[in-house]
């Protein structure tokens, strides 16, 4: 399945656009600036079984390459986030499936200097209306670790559903942890999660 690709989605400060070579300075800056905010949630790479390969995180130029593969595979969406101009965070779509599911996972993470803003909430809105009415998709997933409160708050603000918990789903900060599950079908939203998220947004000018 072709998908469009590479685009870029903007609303107003927020915008969502390709990961690049050129990103790498940006990236590492904030992801230095951010380590102890980012550890917990991130994903490691488990010990290796006895006499199995041992796996090594990728440089910043494999990551982007990898990335760019799998997009122009159909299998990924790798977005950085730019707020005001300025790289804040990452946001992936993965997972894509067609066939009969039509399927794809979110994930993503924020400078702190910039959470609470919006940007966050904006940019998985941006991503969705993207999967939902251009790409084709039919559902879209986030699995977030409980103890995560502000990643929860983002997906349940804008109305995705709590489906359950994966128990020890994903290799995260050094272990192996429970994930919730949260998901949002095209149905639940026929008029658009941007839309949605304008209109519920404090402050908001949308009605």
């Known amino acids: 399945m072709n998908i469009p690709w590479p685009v870029e989605l903007t609303d107003g400060d927020v915008a969502l656009r390709p990961i690049k070579l050129r990103d790498q300075r940006a990236w590492r800056e904030v992801n230095r600036r951010n380590r102890d ?3 917990p949630w991130e994903a490691t790479i488990p010990p290796p079984a006895p006499g199995g ?12 390459r990898h990335l760019r ?12 986030i730019d707020y005001q101009g300025q790289l804040v965070g990452q946001l992936t779509v993965a997972g894509i499936a067609w066939g009969s599911m039509c399927s794809g996972h979110i994930g993503y993470w924020v400078d702190e200097a ?20 251009t790409v084709g998709l039919h559902r879209i997933e986030v699995c977030i670790r409980p ?5 929860r708050r983002v997906v349940e603000k804008l109305g995705f559903r709590e489906e359950g918990l994966r128990p020890r789903y994903l290799h995260i900060d050094g272990a192996w942890r429970d994930h919730l599950i949260y998901a949002l079908t095209a ?7 941007l ?3 304008r209109r519920i947004r404090p402050g908001t000018a949308y009605k």
């Open 37 to 39: 905010w980012l550890r």
């Open 195 to 197: 839309h949605r998220w």
């Open 147 to 151: 103890e995560n409160g502000p990643s």
């Open 53 to 64: 390969p041992v796996a090594h995180r990728p440089t910043f130029r494999q990551m982007v």
């Open 187 to 193: 149905e639940e939203v026929p008029e658009g999660m």
């Open 114 to 133: 910039v959470a609470g803003r919006g940007v966050m909430p904006t940019a998985v809105a941006l991503a969705v209306d993207h999967c939902f009415r």
């Open 69 to 80: 593969a799998e997009a122009h595979a159909g299998r990924m969406l790798p977005f950085v």
